[in-house]
């Protein structure tokens, strides 16, 4: 028997194989400073690429895909950016320009092309790619880890007010940002519970901009900044342990590890708070554009690690001597989970 596959089948395919396309518009855009350099309102192509070292009619060729996919609007030869075009600038709210370089940039693109061979061995495929795993190749290369770390700020912020809400802390807590960062998520946490204190936990490097973030959002007297090795040992007697996209990078027996550090560290009363995506048991409950499914290829290609099912997460959190108390899903659009665990035994 003959199937045809329904009229809007070929419609819904054509924008998934042509979807380099646009990711390297805008790539190319930021890495060219376009944004910034139409940060002061129209310019025309002349003048863009004489500031930019661009090839002026390629230049244009560039700016008019970029209008077509409503970055930039166009009167004649001139052309200022639109408001989802502004959000490609550094430092401007909602930015996503750091986001834009690292998922675009040379590592992760070409990692993904490589997928089929992660997913016949199993393997990452940065390794082979870089020559190193990402956070040791970052560890080496400041300018590139600079970039990784502000787009882990630049997804943080638009996750974090719901995460926050989510972890549904009451009192005067002390919570440990478990792989923080420059603080953007601990920041958030403080700023809606004022009586909380905080401690900011990663490596040296990783905590680069802890300072000024602490400092900008005013919550700096009321947290600690430590650096340290998570798979060694974590800070001890907090009420809260908040880790938040880093179990994720990490296979299983390691992922443990981080979760044993953090048992071993905290009091009997204390509480972990995990927020990851949680991976649908139904692949048809998937969100809207699969970001749970896309963000696990993600971690097979880069990190090895992978996304997890609610039930996984209950077995690595038990494997850890923790017991999952709840799993409280983040208000949408925001793709998180909340998983809340206290010590077993």
């Known amino acids: 028997m003959s199937t045809v596959a329904p009229p809007n089948a070929r419609e819904r395919l054509l924008p998934m194989l042509f979807g380099f396309y646009p990711a390297q518009v805008l790539h190319t855009l930021v890495r060219l400073g376009i944004p910034e350099l139409l940060a002061d309102g129209p310019a025309d192509v002349g003048q863009l690429a004489a500031r930019s070292g661009s090839h002026p009619p390629s230049l244009r060729r560039l700016l008019r895909a970029a209008a077509g996919l409503g970055l930039t609007s ?137 300072e000024r973030t602490l400092t900008e959002t005013g919550v700096r007297a009321r947290c600690e900044i430590t650096p340290g090795d998570f798979f060694a040992a974590v800070p001890p007697g907090c009420d809260g342990y908040l880790i938040k996209s880093v179990i994720h990078d990490w296979d299983d027996e390691l992922a443990t590890r981080i979760l044993r550090r953090c048992r071993e560290a905290m009091p009997r009363y204390a509480a972990v708070y995990l927020a990851e995506p949680v991976v649908p048991t139904d692949a048809g409950e998937l969100d809207g554009a699969g970001f749970t499914a896309m963000s696990d290829l993600n971690m097979l290609l880069c990190t090895g690690g992978r996304e997890r099912t609610e039930a996984e997460f209950r ?31």
């Not at 998983?339 to 035994?345: H, S």
């Open 74 to 210: 166009a009167t004649g030869d001139r052309f200022e950016l639109t408001e989802a075009g502004r959000l490609l600038r550094a430092g401007v709210p909602g930015s996503v320009r750091n986001l834009v370089l690292l998922f675009n940039g040379d590592a992760v693109w070409r990692s993904w092309g490589r997928l089929e061979q992660s997913v016949r061995t199993g393997e990452p495929a940065y390794r082979q790619v870089v020559g190193q795993d990402p956070f040791e190749y970052l560890a080496e290369h400041p300018a590139e880890e600079a970039v990784f770390n502000e787009a882990m700020s630049e997804a943080t912020r638009m996750s974090a007010p719901a995460i926050v809400a989510a972890c549904g802390l009451t009192g005067a807590p002390k919570v440990v940002d478990i792989g923080g960062g420059n603080g953007t998520l601990l920041a958030a946490l403080l700023t809606a519970h004022p009586a909380a204190l905080g401690v900011l936990f990663d490596t040296p490097s990783g905590l680069r901009d802890a």
């Open 315 to 345: 077995a690595l959190l038990a494997s850890a001597g923790l017991a999952c108390e709840s799993v409280t899903r983040c208000a949408p659009p925001v793709q998180f989970s909340v998983l809340r665990a206290v010590p077993t035994g």
